[in-house]
């Protein structure tokens, strides 16, 4: 495995200790899992999604870690009625989804999003309009009763040239967060 594709973000790392200790985490749309071993092996108990069986089946054993092989754009939506303490999404994007992915997040919940905006077709895939965020979008998509932690966007030359939005963000919606 290359090392940036097996190294966790910076991004995810950085706010990580938002998080619950020991909580439940949601990787969402996992790909080969770094988030998901990463936080794992910090003691989070993690759950990692994925249409990648064959991904999913490298994640088998690692310690406090389940899996969940599902299409996250067909279908049912697989976590009706399921709260989590945090949900990560790196380099994806289906917006269909977004509203669910923050209904997953109680009070205290943290999103830790991560992905390619508008402007990255000129370094590569992904190029459709489709899976680029516009610019501020992941600011815009939150309702009121969220804290933005933390939001960048632009190009980026690590681990490759880029250009990539994020947020870190808290449901505040229980009243004030604590932030590190």
């Known amino acids: 495995m290359h090392s940036s594709l097996a190294t966790p973000s910076s991004w995810v790392t950085r706010f990580s200790s938002l998080i619950a200790a020991g909580g439940e985490v949601l990787d969402y749309a996992c790909g080969g899992g770094r988030h998901a071993r990463w936080l794992a092996q910090r003691g989070f108990r993690v759950e990692a999604v994925d249409r990648d069986g064959v991904a999913l089946e490298l994640l088998s054993g690692v310690p406090r870690l ?79 009763g969220w804290t933005v932690v933390a939001f960048e966007q632009g190009e980026t030359a690590q681990p490759r040239p880029a250009a990539i939005q994020r947020i870190c963000a808290v449901n505040a919606s229980g009243g004030l967060i604590a932030l590190p």
């Open 66 to 144: 389940r899996t969940l092989h599902a299409d996250l754009e067909q279908g049912g939506w697989p976590y009706e009625g399921r709260r989590f303490d945090a949900v990560v999404v790196t380099n994806y994007l289906y917006r269909p989804r977004f509203n669910d992915l923050l209904d997953l997040l109680g009070p205290g919940g943290v999103l830790i999003y991560e992905t390619f905006m508008a402007g990255n077709e000129r370094f590569g895939k992904p190029s459709n309009p489709e899976f680029l965020l516009a610019p501020h979008e992941l600011l815009q998509r939150l309702p009121p």
